[in-house]
């Protein structure tokens, strides 16, 4: 029997829950062509919230094409005007002899080198000459605007892990050159989105860089707690178990309304579950779920410094006043600079979020970990 959670890949259909709002928001502005931008920690479904968005937006409109960009593997220009381009251009054509009439059409000054698979549902490969590209950048740029003016389209270019361009040769320029074209374009509209959550933060809200207010900013928040546990009882039933109230509850609050995690566990605690799933099948799944990440969990914290795990261990205590003296004393953090430093440095390596001076892990099991194996030797 197929398991009815899914978790590192793309949720669809039956497997994606809640938001709702975010939805109906992302399709409206896919329609309108309105540029969007995505922030949420790491694993909070962004992904797959763009991915039905377009499918619901491309069938209220025959003439969207939704063009969809992974930077993840990108590290400089050169990659991405390629990839820009192919992407733009498989999107817009309906088979290879078309895509390639596109590639002889919309450039003049750049000569594309095309490649073409033997297999007939692969897109048609596109590169250039990288010194051409340098010289002339705008052909690549405009080429969605240009298509979608010629043939009548409207045309939304997603990119996920759209903050990769931080690693390119003058990011900061390059960002300009992006901007200066893309703001100026009425028939194609942007979505940019990506897991590294203060590197976007720093991008698109920061007035001195170049995309700030590009386009509309969607904060993603946790999925509501009544909305997981109706998922969990949902998908349960769907495969001829049940889960109880207490224990669906129980997984929502285990993962902190994470929603890589809580589809994890549910996965986990279905798989354990003959007929029905209460609240012991639960705790197993998820001692077991601890247990199976702390390695990685051990290798993350090996990677601290002390300062910042002293301010972690007062962080998950509870503790409200951590700069006072008493606290640091306890603790054995050194100053509140340290505290500054620690908390810097947390943010940046992804194992703290900041949400409007409010500091909390990313990560619920590491928290769990920290908490109860950790700190408690």
């Given at each position: 029997?197929?398991?009815?959670?899914?978790?590192?890949?793309?949720?669809?259909?039956?497997?994606?829950?809640?938001?709702?709002?975010?939805?109906?928001?992302?399709?409206?502005?896919?329609?309108?062509?309105?540029?969007?931008?995505?922030?949420?920690?790491?694993?909070?479904?962004?992904?797959?919230?763009?991915?039905?968005?377009?499918?619901?937006?491309?069938?209220?409109?025959?003439?969207?094409?939704?063009?969809?960009?992974?930077?993840?593997?990108?590290?400089?220009?050169?990659?991405?005007?390629?990839?820009?381009?192919?992407?733009?251009?498989?999107?817009?054509?309906?088979?290879?002899?078309?895509?390639?009439?596109?590639?002889?059409?919309?450039?003049?000054?750049?000569?594309?080198?095309?490649?073409?698979?033997?297999?007939?549902?692969?897109?048609?490969?596109?590169?250039?000459?990288?010194?051409?590209?340098?010289?002339?950048?705008?052909?690549?740029?405009?080429?969605?605007?240009?298509?979608?003016?010629?043939?009548?389209?409207?045309?939304?270019?997603?990119?996920?892990?759209?903050?990769?361009?931080?690693?390119?040769?003058?990011?900061?320029?390059?960002?300009?050159?992006?901007?200066?074209?893309?703001?100026?374009?009425?028939?194609?509209?942007?979505?940019?989105?990506?897991?590294?959550?203060?590197?976007?933060?720093?991008?698109f809200t920061n007035a001195s860089k170049p995309f700030y207010k590009f386009g509309n900013l969607i904060f993603l928040n946790k999925i509501d707690e009544p909305c997981l546990v109706e998922f969990f009882l949902s998908r349960f039933a769907d495969t001829g178990k049940h889960i109880t109230g207490e224990a669906a509850q129980l997984i929502a609050q285990l993962t902190d309304n994470h929603p890589y995690y809580a589809q994890q566990l549910a996965q986990l605690s279905w798989l354990r579950t003959k007929d029905?799933?209460?609240?012991?099948?639960?705790?197993?799944?998820?001692?077991?779920?601890?247990?199976?990440?702390?390695?990685?969990?051990?290798?993350?914290?090996?990677?601290?410094?002390?300062?910042?795990?002293?301010?972690?261990?007062?962080?998950?205590?509870?503790?409200?006043?951590?700069?006072?003296?008493?606290?640091?004393?306890?603790?054995?953090?050194?100053?509140?600079?340290?505290?500054?430093?620690?908390?810097?440095?947390?943010?940046?390596?992804?194992?703290?979020?900041?949400?409007?001076?409010?500091?909390?892990?990313?990560?619920?099991?590491?928290?769990?970990?920290?908490?109860?194996?950790?700190?408690?030797?």
């Open positions: 029997m197929e398991t009815p959670f899914v978790f590192g890949k793309i949720a669809a259909d039956k497997n994606f829950t809640d938001r709702e709002k975010e939805t109906d928001c992302l399709v409206q502005n896919f329609t309108s062509l309105v540029n969007t931008i995505i922030i949420s920690p790491r694993r909070w479904g962004k992904s797959s919230l763009v991915n039905k968005a377009a499918r619901l937006a491309m069938e209220q409109d025959d003439k969207l094409r939704i063009c969809q960009i992974d930077l993840f593997n990108i590290r400089n220009e050169e990659h991405f005007y390629s990839l820009l381009a192919q992407k733009v251009i498989a999107v817009t054509s309906t088979r290879w002899e078309e895509a390639i009439e596109h590639a002889k059409k919309f450039f003049s000054r750049l000569v594309p080198k095309i490649s073409i698979s033997a297999d007939p549902a692969s897109e048609v490969s596109i590169d250039f000459d990288w010194e051409e590209v340098k010289r002339n950048p705008d052909e690549v740029l405009d080429l969605a605007e240009r298509i979608a003016a010629e043939k009548g389209l409207k045309i939304v270019v997603c990119v996920d892990e759209f903050q990769n361009i931080a690693e390119f040769t003058n990011p900061d320029y390059f960002q300009k050159k992006l901007r200066s074209h893309w703001q100026l374009h009425q028939h194609v509209a942007y979505c940019l989105y990506g897991s590294k959550r203060h590197m976007m933060l720093e991008v029905v799933c209460g609240v012991e099948i639960v705790r197993e799944a998820h001692a077991a779920l601890v247990e199976q990440l702390s390695l990685l969990f051990v290798t993350i914290t090996e990677t601290l410094t002390t300062q910042q795990l002293n301010y972690l261990r007062a962080l998950l205590a509870g503790e409200k006043g951590i700069s006072s003296t008493e606290v640091m004393h306890r603790y054995q953090i050194s100053s509140t600079t340290s505290i500054a430093r620690s908390k810097a440095a947390l943010v940046k390596n992804d194992v703290l979020d900041n949400q409007a001076g409010v500091y909390s892990f990313q990560d619920p099991i590491y928290a769990y970990w920290l908490k109860t194996q950790y700190f408690a030797q």
